[in-house]
């Protein structure tokens, strides 16, 4: 059973998601490449960290990831802005992965239709490789898969590595496209 406390965090973190995913929705066009691209430019020295922290957030909260990658090529080029892409967007990506972990992983372990349960086994059995695979893949939607992969129990540390080896080359491509 459930402490009352940690019941209450967690409902207080999804309600607080939910929140910003709907504020998100709202206000989209403070989202649009052009919107973001002046704003972060007034930043001067602190725009790389506070656009970190936007992709990160914005990828937790349902935010269209290409949108930050184009941006993150406008402002900071192609190289920088590739590393810098690729932080946010795995910085964002282990948020949400630990924040599915935190609201649901025991829920999902305990509670899985069984025939969800041989999926998730064949998830965990692969781990990194199967990481890789929906990094590779784009066929997968990224905020979505971070969520889900974070209600098995793939381990933190090879999770974070591989997102962030596989999802190099599509942040190459999209700050590119964005420079």
């Known amino acids: 059973m459930m402490s009352r406390q940690r019941l209450v965090g967690r409902l207080i973190l999804f309600v607080a998601i939910l929140g910003a995913i709907t504020w998100g929705v709202w206000h989209r066009e403070l989202f649009e490449p052009a919107a973001l691209n002046a704003w972060l430019r007034r ?4 725009a790389p960290a506070v656009f970190i922290a936007l992709y990160a957030v914005g ?4 935010l269209p990831g ?6 993150g090529g ?3 080029g192609p190289l920088w802005g590739a590393l810098i892409d690729l932080i946010g967007a795995t910085l964002g990506a282990t ?7 935190y609201l649901a992983g025991e829920w999902v372990a305990k509670k899985a239709p069984e025939r969800l ?14 990481v890789a695979f929906v990094r590779l893949v784009p066929l997968f939607p990224f905020n979505l898969t ?3 992969l974070g209600l098995t129990k793939i381990g933190l540390v090879p999770y974070i590595v591989t997102s962030f080896i596989c999802m190099a080359p ?3 491509a999209y700050t590119w496209l964005g420079y």
């Open 170 to 172: 599509g942040a190459v």
């Open 74 to 76: 406008a402002l900071f």
């Open 95 to 101: 948020l949400a992965f630990l924040t599915a972990r």
């Open 59 to 62: 990828t937790v909260v349902f």
């Open 66 to 71: 290409w949108v930050f990658s184009l941006v």
């Open 43 to 46: 930043l001067g020295m602190f």
């Open 146 to 148: 971070n969520y889900v």
């Open 117 to 130: 349960k041989p999926f998730i086994q064949a998830v965990e059995a692969e781990g990194w490789r199967f």
